[in-house]
């Protein structure tokens, strides 16, 4: 019966006869879901017979026809960058070709054309543990989760190694997130990488000369609540733009929300704005809560690092982490960002702290709403995106 749903015109498309046991699982576990045509790319984990072993992996899926094509920049910069600590891998045997134009029926029973690209699969990502652990150990009083220094010197440490990787290889993320961080499976608990390539963008041609710097942007790109100043004033991204980036995930992690986010829902409280509020209603009502949020969250990008740090009682403890924001503030559009001062400062951090390399929390604390947790946090949401898989896309 699933042979039905693939088409001659599919096996031509296939790199082998292996690809096709591939697609037939797909077929029957992800396309007869996929119905939305706005998203450009969706990823889901899957379970397959490659090699004659049960493998699994991730699948990113695209609309042939979307005006905004990212699967062939993700599978050059994997292969690019192949081996490289903090990035993931096609599929070896069936990830070494992008399939193209590969018709298959989804769910109101039409036959559409999708590019596919095959990944090694790897954990959760940090937005959802994070969720998580909001979800176990916070209340109503208190409702944001901050990690322990332990973690956030671990994935500081690791955020900045693997996005000065993707830089050594002469490419811009222009999407740095928390969900854009995940860790790894099995053995690689311990490993974050980097995914999502698809905005990623060459910043230096092969003769080592910067490209479009002077260019400036109509649409901001990326996601916005994470998006330096620079980015969100219509200037070109570059290297600094990522690694201010990096920065905001890292102070989502060590607050337990972005700091715009926190100063947002607490102004959001008071009578004043309230009132400000009261005459729209609808999309007009959501539209002025919109234009609020991005006016904060730009008032705060344009606070010196130190003013930030000390906003939210966080200097002290985290002055080397404000060293590198005050660095990163710094740089010119083509200046190189100085990874020496950035190491430098992310080893102080680990030596005042009596650093521990192996050490997230998540893999240490169970859970607490369950009498005797065999299994830490981690573990528990790894079971269920395993009993999940191919029923619901891990992010858009």
């Known amino acids: 019966m699933l042979t039905d749903d693939l088409t001659v015109e599919n096996k031509k498309n296939m790199t082998s006869s292996r690809d096709f046991s591939i697609f037939l699982v797909m077929n029957f576990f992800l396309f007869s879901r996929l119905t939305d045509p706005f998203h ?5 984990t899957l379970s397959a017979i490659v090699n004659n072993k049960k493998r699994n992996f991730m699948a990113k899926v695209e609309w042939a026809d979307h005006p905004h094509q990212q699967l062939q920049q993700e599978h050059r910069i994997y292969t ?41 699969q790897l954990g959760i990502d940090l937005s959802t543990i994070q969720k998580r652990m909001r979800d176990l150990y916070t209340t109503k009083a208190n409702p944001y989760y901050c990690m322990n220094k332990h973690t956030v010197i671990n994935c500081a440490t ?11 290889g002469y490419f811009i993320h222009r999407d740095i997130k928390l969900s854009n961080f995940m860790m790894g499976g099995g053995i690689e608990k311990h490993m974050l990488y980097l995914i999502d390539f698809g905005l990623s963008k060459q910043y230096k041609n092969s003769y080592g000369e910067h490209m479009n710097t002077d260019q400036k942007y109509q649409v901001n790109i990326g996601t916005k609540s994470y998006s330096s100043r620079f980015v969100l004033e219509n200037q070109t991204p570059t290297r600094r733009d990522d690694l201010i980036s990096v920065i905001y995930a890292i102070l989502a992690l060590i607050l337990g929300a972005l700091p715009w986010d926190l100063h947002y829902n607490a102004y959001i409280k008071n009578p004043e704005a309230q009132e400000s509020l009261r005459k729209f209603s609808g999309q007009k009502r959501e539209d002025a809560k919109k234009k609020l949020y991005d006016g904060i969250a730009m008032k705060l990008k344009k606070w010196e690092a130190r003013h930030l740090f000390f906003e939210f009682e966080i200097y002290d403890e985290y002055r080397e982490i404000c060293a590198i924001y005050e660095h990163c ?27 521990k390399w192996d050490y997230f929390e998540w893999l240490h604390k169970g859970n607490p709403t369950l009498e005797n947790p065999k299994n830490c946090v981690y573990d528990d949401l790894e079971k269920e995106f395993k009993h999940n898989y191919g029923k619901d896309p891990s992010r858009n």
């Open 80 to 120: 690019i960058l192949k081996w490289k600590p903090g990035i993931g891998s096609v599929v070896e045997g069936i990830g070494t070709h992008l399939s193209k134009n590969v018709v298959l029926k989804t769910a109101d029973g039409n036959n559409d054309r999708f590019n596919l690209l095959f990944l090694d």
């Open 40 to 44: 450009c790319t969706f990823c889901w």
């Open 158 to 168: 690791q955020m900045f190694m693997v996005v000065q990787t993707l830089h050594d």
């Open 329 to 355: 503030l710094s740089l010119k559009p083509q200046e190189d960002p100085n990874y020496d001062i950035i190491d430098g400062a992310l080893e102080q951090i680990q030596m005042r702290h009596s650093y």
